[in-house]
C-alpha cells in the first residue's frame, strides 16, 4: 500500500511510514504535486508542468463547477476532498460532490478520487465527512472508477499505520 504525504522529503517521515507497514511512500513535490483553485488556465499549465516533470497530479477540489472541468478537460490523476465542496446536505440525500455523470467522466477518463484519512482526522463533522465517503465509495464502485485511500498526513502525528487504514476502508466499503 502506498503512503501519500503531503510534506517534503523526510528521513524520520519516511521510515515512520516504512515501520507502520507501507510499501511505498510518497512524498509531496518529488513524485506528485497538489494543485489548489479556480482559475481554469492556471489549473490547466500546472497540471501540463506536472506531467512534464512526471509527477503525479492531485487536484484538492474547490467547488463543482472547477472539479466539472478538471475531471473532464484535464489530465489529472487523482481528485482529492470532493466531500467538502457542500457544506449542508440535502434533507432527502447525502451531498457528497459525485454524481453519475462525474463518475463516468472519471472512468472514461481514467481519473482516481482520493480519500485522505487526513481529512477525517481534521473534521469538524466526522460522521458527516464518512456519510459522505461512503456515498462516494458506492458511486466510484458502481461506475468503476478507480480510488485511492492513503494518509495525505502532512505532519508526524496524523501518520498511522497501513493495517488501521485497511480496517476503516473495509468498514467505509462496507456501509453501516
Known amino acids: 500500500m502506498e503512503n501519500f504525504i503531503i510534506a517534503p522529503p523526510s528521513k524520520e517521515l519516511e521510515e515512520k511510514s516504512k515501520e ?12 506528485f504535486i497538489v494543485l489548489e483553485g479556480t482559475n481554469k488556465k492556471e489549473m490547466l499549465s500546472a497540471i501540463q508542468r506536472a506531467k512534464g516533470k512526471k509527477q503525479v497530479a492531485v487536484y484538492q477540489a474547490k467547488e ?7 475531471v473532464e478537460k ?9 466531500e467538502q465542496i457542500h457544506p449542508k446536505d440535502s434533507v432527502h440525500y447525502v451531498r457528497s460532490g459525485l454524481d453519475q455523470v ?28 464518512l456519510a459522505r465517503m461512503m456515498a ?4 466510484c464502485k458502481k461506475y468503476k472508477v ?3 485511500f492513503s494518509t495525505f498526513a502532512s505532519e508526524l502525528w496524523e501518520l498511522r499505520s497501513a493495517a488501521d487504514l485497511q480496517a476503516l476502508w473495509r468498514v467505509l466499503e462496507k456501509g453501516l
Not at 462516494?136 to 458511486?139: E, F, H, S, V, Y
Open 74 to 82: 484535464t489530465a489529472v490523476d487523482i481528485v482529492l476532498g470532493v
Open 102 to 129: 462525474l463518475c463516468s467522466l472519471a472512468a472514461k477518463r481514467g481519473v482516481a478520487f482520493g480519500f485522505s484519512f487526513a481529512q477525517v482526522l481534521h473534521s469538524s463533522h466526522r460522521p458527516y465527512l
Open 146 to 148: 478507480r480510488m485511492v
Open 20 to 31: 507502520l507497514g507501507f510499501s511505498k511512500t510518497v512524498f509531496l513535490d518529488s513524485k
Open 64 to 70: 463543482e463547477e472547477t472539479l466539472r472541468f478538471v
Open 136 to 139: 462516494n465509495i458506492r458511486l
